[in-house]
Every structure is written in structure tokens, then in C-alpha cells.
């Protein structure tokens, strides 16, 4: 397969997905066929790419941070990464509480939407609740930091939701690597340098699969979205949430749109097209797979094919932004605590929602990056702010999607953080 027809491709197989859905929905084919044959191609191709997500970032850390032997480069590289994504996050978090204020979805809401949506998705938040809601709120304020290092590294290893762990532990060893004399070293380097190229060489034989896999993905989704529905049409949802789900979308698109561009102009010389171009395989992965830690391995090796990012920066930067960058999440949070406050008639005062969006930009740190994970956080935040958790079931039916649509943003500006800190390295040397 071509490499410079891949996006096609997988564009196509996207594209197929979604008429395949639409005919059998329409058709009322039994979902059977999209249970038992589609959704196992769709699982095998998200696993394989989780698979290698892990082990490529542990090597790739290990490998370019042992190379660099100047430990205030990569102090000088995290600080830049860590002021860039907590700024975009902050900003993103500003721009969902400013255009849900503006479009006020909530009340497009009717008592009689509400109560059925309230009753057809109130025992899933219930079930959120009780099995996760404790686990959260028992820990106190500063919790995120003393799960930075694992216990048994080698079970952080077997865990997607313990990417940060990895990335922290590889590059305390990569920083360790660099005391250790040079002829002990390169035989640890030499190790590492190859089970990253074996995993790179392993990611080009998956994406030969993606075309089919995100075919597979893309229709078993909407065949099972609408079966889920039980009589109430998918359409049918999405026209009585119009209101919110534009507004979520037209704030991503804000984001993708405005944001991004402009940060791109002020720090690189790169256009956003082709910055787009160039990240566009790894958005099509994340927006079929709706997680970040799957879409991380073709982002890695698409930022520094296509955009030049040095893979020192990249193997840095990216599994960090992955697992703290979280942009398209902070703005739907944002817009959810204000949309629900809006539909059950809380009013939020100007404090309160300056709280929420501090929690917002907070919390999505510890948002992981797989299908999913935002809800239970999200639960969390309505519940801080004096707002019944109950009123997550409102956006329940919408939520599958929009998660698509999130998780390419937050991967785009991983990439797009990737880019400005590369172009910024290159001044300073």
C-alpha cells in the first residue's frame, strides 16, 4: 500500500462504513451480522494499535533521552510542553463555558425530552456512579501526583490507563541512563533502539489493515448506536439534542479552526494545511477509534515523516500530550456542566463558573485516552458544583459520537504541540 494513498484509503473505509450503516439501519437488517463479523475486525484493529502503544513509548523515551546526554534540553523540552498544553487546555475550557452561554442549548430542551432522556439513561449514570464515583472523590487534592509513579512497574506495562506512569518511569531512566558510563550504556540503547524499530516496523504492517479495520469499526458502531436506541431513532435523539451537539461541535471546530491555526502562525512557518496533511491518517484512526492512546503510534510516526519533528521531541512530547493534553475533552466538559445547568434550571453564577472551568482544565489530566473515560470525570464535575449527576443522562445518547469528534482534537493538538516545540528546538541550536 502506498504510503501517500493511506488516508485515502482509510477515508474510504470510513466513508463505506457509514453507508453500510445507514442501508442497514434503514432496511432493519438484524444486527447480527455487524455483532458477530464486523465488530471483531473493528476490536483486532484497535487492539493491535493498543498493543504497540505502550512498548513503543517506553523504547522511544528510553532511546531518545539516553541519546541526548544534556539533561537541560529535556527539562527545557517538558517545561515548553507542559506551558503549552496547559494554556491550550485552559483556553479551550474558556471557549466551551463562553459558546454554551452564547447558544444556551439547554433550553432547547422540553420538559417531556428530558424526562424520557432522564429515564431511558438514568441507571447507566447510576451504575457510573456507584462503581466509580467513590474511587474518585475518596482521594484528596493532590492523588494525580502519587499515582505518577507505580508500584510495580511491570504492571503499569500490561495497562493503557497507566501511559503516564510509563512516561514518567522511561524517562527517569532514560535520565538515569545518561550516569551510567558509556560502554554499559549503548548496550542497554542498542536494545531499546531496536525493539522501537521492531515496533515501528510493526505499526506499518497494522496500518495496512486500517482501511478494513476503521470499515469495521465505523459500521458496527452505528448499527449497534441505533439498535441501542430501542425504538427511539438515532435521528430522532440528535434532532432533540440539536442544540448541544452543535454547540459542542462548533466549539471544536473553534478550536480546530481558530485556535490551532493561530498558535501555528505566531511559533512555526508551517501552514495549517499542510500541518493537516501531514497528521491527517493519525485523526482518521482517533476519530474511528474514539481513543487517543490507539491513534498514538500513527501520530508519532506521521509527525516525524511528514512534518519533520525530530523523534527525541516526539517521543516526548506526544505520550505526555496523550495523556494530559486534552483539549476537545475540556471543552465538551465545560459545555456539559453548563448545558445541564441550563436544562434543569440552575442558574451559575459567574463564580461557579469560573470554578468549573479550573476543574475542567484539572480534571482532564486525568481524563485516559480511550472510549469512554470522560463520563465518569465529567460525573465528578457536575456533582462539585451543586448539580444533580443525574442530568448526565442528557447527553448519554449523543455522547459515542461526539467522542469521535473530541479525540480528534486533542490529538491534533498534541501534533500541533509536537510541531511548535520542534521548530522552537531547531532556533535554539
Known sequence: MKKNTLHLQILGGM????????????LALPTSFAVNYLKPIGTIFFNSLKMVAIPLVFASLIVSIASIQDTTKISRIGRKAFLMYASTTLISAII???????????????TQTRASLLALYGHTVTQLEVHNHPKLVENGPLHFFTTLIPENFFNALTNNLNLLQVVVTSVLLGIALLKVPHKKRQPVLMFFDGIYEAITALIRMIMQLAPVGVFALIASLLIELADHQSGVGVSEVLYALLGYVATVIGGLLVIVLLLYPMILRVFTNIRFIAFLKGIYPAQLVAF???SSSAALPVLMESVEKNLDVPEEISSFVLPLGVTVNMNGTALYQAVICVFVAQAM?????????????????????????????????????LQSVGIPAAGL?????PDR?????????NITGDGLAAVVIAQKEVKNC
Open 401 to 409: 459520537l461526539l467522542d469521535m469528534c473530541r479525540t480528534v482534537v
Open 15 to 26: 466513508f463505506l462504513g457509514c453507508i453500510f450503516a445507514l442501508i442497514s439501519v434503514k
Open 393 to 397: 443522562a442528557l447527553v448519554l445518547a
Open 96 to 110: 466551551g463555558i463562553g459558546i454554551t452561554n452564547l447558544v444556551k442549548p439547554g433550553s432547547f430542551i422540553s
Open 288 to 290: 474511528s477509534s474514539s
Open 345 to 381: 434550571g440552575i442558574e451559575l453564577s459567574l463564580t461557579t463558573q469560573c470554578v468549573i472551568v479550573g476543574n475542567v482544565a484539572l480534571s482532564s489530566i486525568g481524563v485516559a485516552g480511550v472510549p469512554g473515560s470522560a463520563l465518569v470525570m465529567t460525573m465528578v464535575l
